[in-house]
């Protein structure tokens, strides 16, 4: 297998903000949809996220159910999905969240002086914790070598969670097969809030659009789901 089959996932505001500038993490979504992505983790290998999210949330990126834990492991897999995260500075707290919980372990893909950085950071952790390994994916890290890594690990289906700056690097790259957006009936409206992509040469132009394959109503939420057709899908 080249590479993962990946699917994009993301709950934005109708004007496209992942968040708004307030303290608190602004909530996107409902239970309904909660449960649904809880099950689309249980149904991958691995979820990945970019350093700012594990700086601005702190989070687990867990399998939330129970029931989903235990179907997990009636087919021979660990409770949780092997977490990825990738940061240029390699400049992360191995006493966060997503370092800490979890019985699949954490993959950091970094490169340059951020591989040395991360090393010196993780080199005392804890042989109690789930494992933590180091991964020179270039500098900066690319798309390519982290999909090429995680297949090498058995990761054949890999979600990817977020933010801004990961999900233009995926889609500019033309390495997604699925996206999946969830949109709140709100909007933002701040210049500053954090938005779902950045600038970028994305693939999916108004020449070759995206193909619309799924549109449902969870309350009073949007999802729309995209196939993209990504060379080399698996």
Known sequence: MDRPHTILSCAVSVDGRIDDTGP??????NEADFAEIDE???????????????????????????????RR?????TENLLKAVVTRTG??????RFFTTGDAGAVVYTGGD????ARARF????????????VDAGDPPTVKAIQADLAARGVRRLLVEGGGHIH?????????????????????GEADAPSFVHPGA??????????LVETRAIGDIAVLRYRLDADGAA
């Open 91 to 96: 400049d992360l707290d191995p006493g966060a």
């Open 123 to 134: 080199a005392g952790h804890s042989p109690d914790l789930p494992p933590v390994d180091v």
């Open 40 to 70: 689309l983790r249980a149904q991958c290998d691995a979820i990945l996220v970019g350093a700012g999210t594990l700086r601005n949330d702190d989070p687990r990126l867990l399998v939330r159910s129970e029931r989903l834990r235990a």
């Open 114 to 117: 951020g591989a040395d950085r």
């Open 24 to 29: 608190e993490r602004l909530r996107l979504s």
């Open 168 to 188: 233009t690097l995926f889609l500019t790259a033309g390495l997604v097969d699925e996206l999946r957006l969830a949109i709140a009936p709100f909007f933002v």
């Open 202 to 211: 994305f693939p999916a132009t108004p020449a070759a659009p995206m193909r």
């Open 73 to 77: 492991r009636a087919q021979g897999r």
